[in-house]
């Protein structure tokens, strides 16, 4: 007999707020399956204010408060039986974040939690990375959002290090991320690493993911240094114009993900890491199983 559950997801971050709706399917002798049946994404760009005006303008709240209750609204349709709603970096750093949380929560009856980078990491690293993960092997995941990059080593299937760092692609779209940042990542990440012979990057995040698909390879393969260093230089050649019409980028995309292709590329640098795995998943996923599993 197969029991479905609906569970949804709402992140809201630095460079967009998502909302996505999962359907669990549990059946007696087999492992649960987590399947995705709404994924919903509005560009709002949060960081674009937080980072540069400190606030979250009156224009970007208003546009948070519309886009929540059309959340509200699908959340019901699907008969969704239990969510929860994250925010990231933009909204931990917004000096009126937390009036906005309770102005939203008043205006349409959800609940967001703003949680801190480690939570964050740890949230995204317990998503369904089992298929990718061996115990024999080391493996970096490198999570790239808008405001910051979470980190977490795993070795032997378990979390040893992590970090969350305040370098992101909105960030550093507007010249707010300096060179102390970068050698705050690089000794970082070059420490944690140097104990093992061979570490495999795991990347999350829309830039990834749109740079995987570009590249057109089958989900359980990896895209290896080189490919991912030809289309930085490649990306850097085009214009942002030429990124939208001849890629198919959406606009709020195509001026971002060469930023987020730099971190990918350092990291894969200063780790050694030869390959990089993109299994599509992010913090909404993980909040998802985080509910399921009593995690949050």
């Not at 299937?157 to 991320?177: D, H």
């Not at 070059?190 to 698909?213: E, H, M, Q």
Request: charged share 25%; aromatic share 8%; hydrophobic share 40%.
């Amino acid at each position: 007999m197969i029991t479905i559950k609906k569970y949804a997801a709402i992140d809201i971050g630095s460079n967009a707020m998502r909302l996505l709706i999962a359907n669990i399917v549990e059946q007696e002798g087999k492992e649960t399956q987590f399947n995705k049946s709404s994924l919903v994404r509005v560009p709002i760009r949060l960081g674009q204010d937080a980072f540069t005006e400190g606030k979250i303008s009156e224009d970007s709240k208003q546009r948070m408060v519309e886009a929540m209750k059309a959340y509200k609204l699908l959340m019901g349709v699907h008969k969704v039986e239990r969510y929860t709603a994250c925010a990231t970096s933009a909204m931990r750093e917004a000096k009126n974040g937390k009036k906005i949380v309770e102005l939203i929560e008043k205006e349409t009856g959800v609940k967001i939690d703003i949680i801190d980078g480690k939570k964050e990491a740890a949230i995204i690293a317990a998503t369904d990375l089992h298929r990718f993960i061996k115990p024999e092997n080391t493996y970096l995941f490198v999570d790239v959002g808008g405001g910051s990059t979470e980190f977490s080593l795993f070795d032997n299937g378990k979390i040893v290090a992590s970090k969350s760092f305040k370098n992101g692609t909105v960030r550093l779209l507007n010249n707010m991320v300096d060179d102390s940042v970068w050698n705050d990542i690089e000794k970082w990440v070059k420490k944690a690493t140097a104990p093992y012979d061979r570490v495999i990057l795991i990347g999350s995040g829309g830039n990834i993911n749109k740079l995987f698909k570009l590249s057109g390879k089958k989900q359980d393969l990896p895209l290896s240094y080189m490919y991912v260093n030809s289309q930085y230089q490649f990306l850097n050649k085009l214009t942002y114009e030429e990124r939208i019409s001849e890629l198919g980028l959406n606009p709020d995309r195509a001026d971002v993900i060469i930023h987020a292709t730099r971190i990918y590329l350092n990291t894969m640098k200063w780790s050694g890491a030869r390959n990089i795995f993109v299994p599509k998943i992010g913090l909404a996923d993980g909040i998802v199983k985080a509910m399921y599993y009593g995690k949050i």
